[in-house]
């Protein structure tokens, strides 16, 4: 006769081993099946530092959504093709140099070498390999990098003021290309003292990369006294924040754009506080003596920017259209400033982790550009596209202004910077140069404002980063 304890224990003991092993059986998993992005990154050495991803609840977010199927297009100085944290597959297409181009975007040909830093950078804040024990995390881990050189580096004739630069046609020669090659998001890290002074290529670029479906982010600048100079342009306009979420003391207003938001852009750091705990923002970086491994901190709206594409990817990867996404993520911003939207931190400081939260009711839509001659804003047939062809990415109905320059917006370590009450002025050499929008592009060393401003190099004048200093380096983490 059977012990019915004995057969009671033995079904009790068989069914605590059905509840352990059910969610996997159920799942189709295993016990050992791969991390997913969220544990992944904790592998990823300099992810400790990456204040910005916390700041805007990346990790939480990607329990939901990790930019998996969309590509973020980075328009800037290139990037470092070799580097070890873009890798595996991260870079999709073939890299392309607009320079020279004119504005015609078929004169686009392949290349995409960064040979400055700046693009490496933003490229590693939005997109970053994952988990793949190298360095840092991206905010869209999944997300892939289509590379598009526009700016080069380049010093003036005493080489005291070496920068990377390019022409607003140029620019939107890249943005035209990118948009008619299955970007998503378009991010922008350039600009001058004020946007405004870019012209009427570089919005048209704009308008006909969001009637593809791709979503225009762009730095709002470093001029720290004046509002970005966009208004009606179907683009995202981005702030820069320092960890305590007040204004970095270098970034513009978003002012009157369509859509303002304010992201991580950090203050400036020096050697030890870029190895202890980031003022600024780490990222992936390039050197000619260190192409494949260089890390740097920088700081600036160029930082701030490419957290909000990374984000936008995000968005769009869980199926929401281009509208949708930008409004999802306008919707669940923190309030900043004054109540409500202002012109300073817009609709408030970028929270990833609550715009893929409760409420956000993905569509069947998938991720990707929208059928040509569409505007995602309105569902009607776009009138404002520069393109006469949507086979033919550089005819342009109007001719874009070959003479307007063009730099990055972000800034790295630096041993004194002047402050939000500073009367420094642009140099008058600089207006109309378009360059990148990083305050935290100076290196770390014995380098003082008065020897800046001696060397006609102000941090209104927008991206500097000056020749010689050995502050970008593989970062021990």
């Excluded at 550089?394 to 002047?418: K, Q, R, W, Y």
Aim: hydrophobic fraction near 40%; glycine fraction near 12%.
């Amino acid at each position: 006769m059977v012990d019915n304890g004995w057969v009671r224990s033995g079904l009790r003991g068989l069914l605590a081993l059905w509840v352990l092993a059910a969610p996997f059986l159920s799942l189709g998993l295993a016990p050992a099946a791969a991390a997913s992005p969220t544990t992944a990154a904790g592998t990823d050495p300099g992810r400790s530092k990456q204040w910005g991803l916390d700041a805007i609840g990346a990790p939480d977010a990607w329990a939901t959504a990790t930019g998996r199927g969309t590509t973020i297009a980075v328009v800037d100085s290139g990037a470092a093709l070799e580097h070890e944290d873009l890798q595996d597959g991260k870079i999709v297409g073939a890299p392309v140099s607009c320079l020279d181009t004119n504005g015609d975007a078929m004169k686009c040909v392949p290349g995409g070498q960064d040979d400055d830093g700046h693009g490496t950078h933003v490229a590693g804040i939005a997109a970053a390999t994952t988990g793949n024990g190298k360095g840092i995390a991206g905010v869209a881990p999944d997300a892939s990098l289509l590379i598009v050189k526009v700016l080069r580096h380049g010093c003036d004739a005493l080489g005291s003021n070496c920068t990377a630069s390019g022409t607003a046609a140029d620019v939107a020669a890249g943005i035209l290309y990118a948009a008619d090659h299955g970007a998503d998001i378009i991010n922008l890290s350039l600009g001058n003292t004020t946007q405004s002074v870019l012209g009427a290529s570089f919005s048209d670029a704009l308008e006909y990369a969001w009637s593809k479906g791709a979503i225009p982010v762009v730095a709002a600048g470093n001029g720290y006294v004046l509002p970005s100079g966009f208004s009606n342009q179907h683009a995202v306009i981005v702030a820069a924040l320092d960890r305590d979420d007040t204004r970095s003391h270098y970034s513009n207003d978003v002012g009157d754009a369509m859509w303002g938001i304010s992201a991580p852009g950090g203050e400036t750091d020096d050697d030890a506080s870029c190895n202890a705990s980031p003022n600024g923002i780490l990222s992936t970086f390039w050197t000619s003596e260190l192409p494949t491994n260089a890390y740097a901190c920088l700081a600036g709206t160029s930082a701030a920017a490419p957290h909000v594409s990374g984000a936008l990817a995000v968005l769009r990867s869980a199926g929401l259209t281009a509208q949708q996404a930008v409004d999802r993520m306008i919707a669940t911003a923190r309030d900043l400033g004054d109540p409500g939207r202002d012109q300073t931190f817009g609709s408030g400081a970028l929270d990833l982790a609550a715009a893929v939260g409760p409420g956000m009711v993905p569509t069947t839509t998938t991720a990707g550009p929208q059928p040509a001659g569409t505007n995602p804003a309105t569902d009607s047939t776009s009138t404002s596209s520069p393109s006469t062809s949507t086979d033919a990415p550089g005819a342009t109905s109007s001719t874009p202004a070959p003479g307007v320059n063009v730099t990055p917006s972000s800034t790295p370590p630096l041993a004194t910077i002047p402050s939000a009450s500073s009367t420094t002025t642009q140099p008058a050499a600089a207006i109309g140069a378009l360059t990148p929008n990083h305050d935290d592009d100076l290196p770390a060393g014995p380098v003082s404002a008065a020897a800046l401003l001696a060397a006609g190099v102000g941090v209104a004048s927008g991206w500097v980063l000056i020749r010689g200093a050995s502050w970008a380096r593989r970062t021990p983490f």
